[in-house]
């Protein structure tokens, strides 16, 4: 499979229009779940995830002709830097525009489809224990809801290496820390993320 995902990352720099989309569509998934994590409750209010989930690729499809560097970890990090790019400039547009209400016109974002639901379920699996009985959707929403309570760099160090899948060295480099900072920071984050499960009745 690396093989694979690095043969299409070498096409998709030569401009290949089909290797990009199978790129898009192995990490959808970790997408969707980026997206609804590091969304937060502002964006989250007023936007559709997968609204924002389609607008990435749309922006990674239109601007094909910036990616140069033939590596798989090359497009991952261009793909999920374009979403948390996309994210800041939404955020930074709502708190300006002071719109309505939260929740007036916007797609509720844990409407989908369930078994969009359940994939997402499987990456936040990764830093928690959803109960067997409890729905899909109220799982996202406690688990969200508990996540917005960690610091930044807490959130950020889970998202990258339980979501995005990046190894402790490149999250040090992306981070500005040593591997063994970055590990020490991701365990203290997942025992906290861990106890704000618990206090919310979590499994």
């Given at each position: 499979?690396?093989?694979?995902?690095e043969?299409?990352?070498?096409?998709?720099?030569r401009?290949?229009?089909?290797?990009?989309?199978?790129?898009?569509?192995?990490?959808?998934?970790?997408l969707?779940?980026?997206?609804?994590?590091?969304?937060?409750?502002?964006?989250?209010?007023?936007?559709?995830?997968?609204?924002?989930?389609?607008?990435?690729?749309?922006?990674?499809?239109?601007?094909?002709?910036?990616?140069?560097?033939?590596?798989?970890?090359?497009?991952?990090?261009?793909?999920?830097?374009?979403?948390?790019?996309?994210?800041?400039?939404?955020r930074?547009?709502?708190?300006?525009?002071?719109?309505?209400?939260?929740?007036?016109?916007?797609?509720?974002?844990?409407?989908?489809?369930?078994?969009?639901?359940e994939?997402?379920?499987?990456?936040?699996?990764?830093?928690?224990?959803?109960?067997?009985?409890?729905?899909?959707?109220?799982?996202?929403?406690?688990?969200?809801?508990?996540?917005?309570?960690?610091?930044?760099?807490?959130?950020?160090?889970?998202?990258?290496?339980?979501?995005?899948?990046?190894?402790?060295?490149?999250i040090?480099?992306?981070?500005?820390?040593?591997?063994?900072?970055?590990?020490?920071?991701?365990?203290?984050?997942?025992?906290?993320?861990?106890?704000?499960?618990?206090?919310?009745?979590?499994?």
């Open positions: 499979m690396d093989g694979e995902l043969s299409l990352a070498a096409a998709a720099a401009g290949e229009r089909a290797a990009v989309d199978a790129l898009l569509a192995r990490y959808l998934p970790e969707r779940a980026f997206v609804r994590l590091r969304a937060g409750p502002l964006i989250r209010a007023h936007e559709s995830s997968s609204d924002l989930v389609q607008s990435t690729c749309r922006e990674v499809l239109e601007h094909l002709d910036r990616f140069r560097f033939p590596s798989e970890s090359a497009f991952r990090h261009w793909l999920f830097t374009t979403a948390l790019r996309k994210l800041s400039n939404r930074d547009y709502w708190t300006a525009a002071k719109r309505a209400a939260p929740g007036e016109g916007a797609e509720n974002p844990l409407v989908g489809a369930p078994q969009a639901d994939a997402i379920l499987q990456f936040y699996a990764s830093f928690s224990t959803p109960s067997r009985t409890a729905i899909a959707r109220e799982e996202l929403e406690r688990i969200e809801a508990a996540f917005e309570q960690l610091s930044e760099e807490h959130r950020e160090v889970i998202t990258l290496a339980r979501v995005v899948g990046l190894s402790r060295a490149e040090a480099e992306q981070m500005g820390r040593s591997e063994v900072a970055v590990r020490a920071l991701l365990h203290r984050a997942l025992a906290r993320l861990s106890d704000l499960l618990v206090q919310d009745g979590g499994c």
